[in-house]
């Protein structure tokens, strides 16, 4: 509630129109599958986003992943045990999603915004070390920090060479295994 009242004082103030929606209590948890709420919750959010820019027409949808975001999440899939797709890490843009704040860190975020006067949020449950994003965040990253100060450079570098591999990859797949029409189904031929 809080950060849909600064959102709407916000667009208020810039004269942008606002689209908000809600899922009902326990809507999410219902329907959970053995999957996070955090899963859950994402897929509900974008799935908003893309049915309103298409109802909109709108060409794009920027999101606000920053450096750290990039950081946190090729942590959690190294560790997870991900292969060149996963270790890309977040794309700059998928269809009309695009991410321009990808090159930019939380702090210098903050600062751009002080300087301006601007308001911003802090999600109370980004505090809560249960979801795994947060544990990276506050008891792995300080540690990286200390003993590796350019991680996040190093990290950027790694992904961006994974991106090249796996295009690398998927383009000789396609090259290498042809797929055709099999009745109602494929084969490699």
Not at 81 to 95: D, E, T, Y
């Amino acid at each position: 509630a809080q950060e849909l009242q600064l959102v709407r004082r916000t667009c208020g103030a810039l004269g942008v129109p606002l689209e908000a929606g809600a899922l009902g209590p326990g809507e999410l948890a219902a329907n959970r599958g053995g999957r996070s709420l955090e899963e859950l919750a994402r897929e509900a959010r974008y799935r908003f986003l893309q049915e309103t820019a298409e109802r909109l027409d709108f060409s794009y949808i920027a999101l606000g992943h920053t450096a750290d975001d990039q950081a946190e999440t090729l942590i959690m899939r190294f560790f997870q045990g991900a292969g060149p797709g996963g270790l890309s890490g977040i794309p700059a843009r998928r269809g009309r999603i695009i991410r321009p704040l990808l090159e930019c860190t939380r702090a210098q975020l903050r600062q751009w915004l002080a300087e301006r006067g601007l308001e911003y949020c802090l999600d109370s449950s980004n505090l809560d070390t249960a979801h795994l994003r947060n544990a990276v965040r506050l008891k792995l990253l300080p540690v990286l920090q200390e003993i590796f100060p350019g991680y996040r450079r190093s990290l950027a570098a790694l992904a961006a060479e994974m991106r090249e591999l796996e295009c690398l990859l998927e383009s000789e797949a396609r090259r290498r295994l042809p797929w055709r029409r099999a009745g109602e189904g494929f084969t490699v031929e």
